[in-house]
């Protein structure tokens, strides 16, 4: 049971490079959910899914597209990368336990961009 | 949009020292989670508080949610190296809004 697992774990791109980044959860959770973490900034949900087929923006969904492959895997690409989005991008699955949920993180990909 | 504040920002102590650290926000929640995130790795989950007054205790660390449901506090009891990290708190419902973060260091 890896729980959430996420590709790769470094990673340095170009300005207007693009690269797609890899989530996968073997927990059956029905939802998952993009986060980046800047410092002092705690972290900032980018987009997520609720289930599978279905995909919503969060708080800074600027530069950034989704896919909701299916229900165990979560894909983030960033289409022409900006110095702005170097940051760690952690990738989360949930699912609702009668009146809550309760997220559970991958170990995060570290993507600077120069 | 709901804030969270947490207050401090950055907590550098000794080993074996007490400390308190606070979530606060103006809207009610209906729970409130604590997440502690070592460095290098994502969050993980330390306990959720769901009514008003509740206490949860965790080995030395004691979570505490506000009687309004509005704030909460994490009181660690001899702080040792390895309570070391990020403590994030954020409300336990779908899409959670995070805080930016206590970042605690324990001094051996």
């Known amino acids: 049971n890896a729980g959430v697992t996420q590709t790769p774990k470094f990673q340095v791109l170009k300005t207007g490079q693009s690269m797609t980044l890899q989530c996968a959860q073997d927990?059956?959770?029905?939802?998952m959910y993009w986060y980046r973490q800047d410092p002092g900034m705690g972290l900032r949900l980018i987009y997520y899914?609720?289930?599978?087929?279905?995909?919503d923006k969060g708080e800074v969904p600027n530069g950034y597209n989704v896919s909701r492959l299916n229900k165990r895997e979560f894909s983030l690409r960033l289409e022409s990368a900006a110095p702005s989005q170097t940051s760690v991008y952690f990738c989360?699955?949930?699912?609702?336990?009668?009146?809550?949920?309760?997220?559970?993180f991958g170990p995060g990909t570290r993507l600077t961009v120069t | 949009t709901q804030l969270l504040e947490q207050s401090p920002q950055f907590l550098s102590i000794q080993e074996g020292e007490n400390l308190t650290v606070y979530c606060n926000s103006s809207?009610?929640?209906?729970?409130l989670q604590w997440y502690r995130q070592e460095p290098g790795e994502g969050p993980v989950l330390l306990v959720t508080?769901?009514?008003?007054?509740e206490v949860k205790k965790l080995k030395r660390l004691t979570f505490q949610f506000g009687d309004a449901r509005k704030d909460s506090s994490l009181h660690i009891t001899a702080a040792q190296t390895g309570d070391t990290g990020l403590y994030l708190c954020?409300?336990?419902?779908?899409?959670?809004?995070f805080g930016a973060g206590t970042r605690l260091f324990v001094k051996a």
């Open positions: 508080v769901v009514t008003g007054g």
């Open positions: 899914s609720a289930s599978e087929g279905t995909t």
């Open positions: 954020g409300p336990g419902g779908f899409k959670t809004i």
């Open positions: 989360a699955s949930s699912d609702f336990l009668g009146r809550l949920y309760e997220q559970y």
């Open positions: 927990m059956n959770h029905n939802s």
């Open positions: 809207s009610v929640f209906s729970s």
